[in-house]
């Protein structure tokens, strides 16, 4: 049985954080794969301080990394909270146990240190923290 993988700061902070988690999925188990992502991630935007999830699929069938969900949450600490849920526990291990998955998780938590985006006159000015 997996262990579901939990990411955890040193300190939970009450700033903005994003979780990233790439995932290693066989392509022919795609489909397998995403209606279990769906249901995971729909408990974790019932909870509070979630702000947004996508998650992007490689359009390289042998990519290592085939899915990449990236989420947004108001605190590190609303993420620990939701992801002690025990609903959200449960559903990731249907995820990660799944006898049709071959599939690794690897979660991580980032914090923005440069924001890059164009300005109306066409330059970038980068903004770090």
Do not use: C, K
Not at 42 to 55: K, N
Not at 65 to 76: Q, T
């Amino acid at each position: 049985m997996n262990e579901v993988p939990i990411t955890r700061t040193e300190t939970p902070v009450d700033e903005p954080i994003t979780m990233i988690n790439a995932f290693t999925v066989p392509v022919e188990e795609s489909e397998t794969f995403l209606p279990l992502w769906m249901e995971n991630a729909e408990i974790m935007a019932r909870q509070p301080g979630f702000v947004r999830a996508r998650l992007h699929r490689s359009m390289i069938d042998d990519a290592e990394l085939r899915f990449v969900n990236v989420a947004h949450w108001e605190s590190g600490r609303q993420l620990e909270e939701a992801l002690g849920r025990p609903e959200w526990q449960e559903s990731a291990q249907r995820l990660l146990n799944d006898p049709g998955l071959h599939i690794t998780a690897r979660p991580s938590i980032y914090e923005v240190i440069v924001d890059l985006q164009p300005s109306r006159d066409g330059s970038t000015t980068p903004v770090t923290s």
